[in-house]
């Protein structure tokens, strides 16, 4: 044995590493995945695995699960990384499970070209191995559908707060079994684990950073110790995943909802993730008509006065700005009225009979006009009401595209509502 042959047993393994789960009984989290009678449970114990692809966000436990499914097969597992994985390493994986049971394990499995997905498609439709793909893409985006028809997509959620508790009591279990006793006071446990965002391998990165390297036995945590390792993290969020658009979908829904709270929790986490603030203003600008709109008119002009407000600003004064128009959009009643309306107008148009426009309303500026029929429009300002009976759409009914959504709010819908009735002695069409 020499230098080099002795080094890598020297190396310390990261705690995460060290936890890794021997079965599904070890693994804290996705209770449903790793319940008795569950689908994978039932695939172990029947020996047929087959394909699947583990879906979710990182340090979850998609590895974890897949080592301790590849344990109790009692299978050789092999583990790829779809960033360096060549054609020939997925083909030698496929010769060596023609011998001995295989397991393969590909990471990051959206991550494969073409080529590299198609010899995998015949291994997984081949049965030559039983094949786990771990992705934090969608897979019904990321990943070809040939590849997502031969598999069982199973979806991993972000562990909750006592599960990540519970690992981090689990991290402290086995530093205390190599000589470092961590005292923590509970607020403090219970911070690590929320500021992980369900993250496992970020939770006891951050205890080992804050427990290794005092030279004591006993090391206690401190407000001091959590603020310098929690100092430059950031806040879970992928800018081209789907947490992006979870984040943004939550944020729009809470506006939506007029939940004004929720929607500046959101809007924060848009923001300390740097998220670009005009695009913030443009969904705020599509809201503040699709669930404001006729209700208050004056949202809109709120969200765009906001959105030419960050493009002369930027952060961090933009945070205000951003945080006035979506408030405005929350705060306000709600109206879904016109894009509803223009919704069913659109649908109509595409698949309905092309209709004509009435002679009456056809442009008669020009010489020759009458002549063709184009006559017998009404003009309204000539009538003492502003408004003159007669048909604009032939065929299409009161009510068909455009209902009322006008509620007990005294909305420009409302007023509108009110008005119309009176002077028509007819009601608006209303949703509700």
């Excluded at 991290?171 to 006071?185: F, N």
């Excluded at 300002?381 to 604009?392: A, L």
């Amino acid at each position: 044995m020499d230098l080099f042959d002795a080094s890598p047993s020297r190396r310390r393994r990261p705690l995460a590493d060290l936890l890794r789960p021997e079965t599904l009984d070890d693994v804290i989290g996705q209770k449903a995945l790793v319940a008795p009678g569950s689908l994978l449970r039932r695939r172990i114990a029947a020996d047929a695995l087959g394909s699947l692809l583990l879906y979710g966000p990182p340090g979850i436990g998609k590895t974890s699960i897949a080592r301790a499914v590849g344990q109790m097969l009692g299978k050789e597992f092999r583990v790829l990384h779809a960033a360096g994985v060549r054609v020939s390493d997925i083909r030698k994986i496929a010769d060596e499970a023609r011998i001995r049971p295989v397991l393969m394990f590909v990471d990051e499995v959206h991550r494969l070209s073409s080529t590299q997905a198609d010899d995998l498609l015949t291994i997984c439709e081949e049965g030559t191995a039983d094949f786990i793909g771990a992705t934090t893409e969608n897979p019904y985006h990321a990943i070809p559908k040939a590849l997502i028809s031969r598999s069982q997509v199973l979806k991993l959620e972000p562990l909750a707060i006592e599960d990540m508790e519970e690992v981090l009591r689990r991290g402290m279990a086995r530093l205390a079994s190599d000589g470092i006793e961590v005292e923590i006071a509970p607020e403090h446990l219970r911070l690590i684990a929320g500021r992980s965002g369900g993250d496992a391998r970020k939770a006891l990165t951050a205890l080992e950073s804050l427990a290794v390297g005092h030279g004591e036995a006993r090391v206690r945590i401190t407000d001091a110790m959590i603020e310098e390792v929690y100092a430059a993290a950031p806040v879970s969020f992928d800018r081209s995943g789907d947490r992006h658009y979870d984040v943004t979908s939550a944020f729009v829904k809470s506006m939506r909802g007029s939940d004004p709270d929720a929607t500046l929790h959101w809007l924060a986490v848009l923001i300390h993730a740097g998220e670009d603030p005009r695009y913030i203003a443009r969904r705020i600008m599509i809201h503040a008509s699709e669930d404001v709109g006729l209700a208050d008119n004056t949202a809109l002009q709120t969200a765009v006065a906001a959105a030419q407000a960050v493009e002369m600003i930027g952060y961090p004064e933009a945070q205000i700005i951003l945080a006035h128009a979506a408030l405005h959009v929350a705060r306000a009643p709600k109206s879904g009225s016109a894009c509803r309306g223009i919704g069913a107008a659109l649908a109509h148009v595409r698949n309905a009979e092309d209709l004509a426009v009435p002679l009456h309303l056809r442009d008669a500026h020009y010489a020759g006009a009458a002549k063709l029929g184009h006559v017998g429009y009404r003009f309204p300002h000539d009538d003492p009401r502003g408004w003159v009976e007669q048909s604009y759409a032939t065929g299409v009914a009161p009510g068909q595209f455009y209902q009322s959504d006008a509620r007990q709010a005294a909305s420009f819908e409302k007023r509108a509502d009110e008005y119309w009735e009176r002077l028509t002695g007819r009601p608006v069409p209303r949703r509700f």
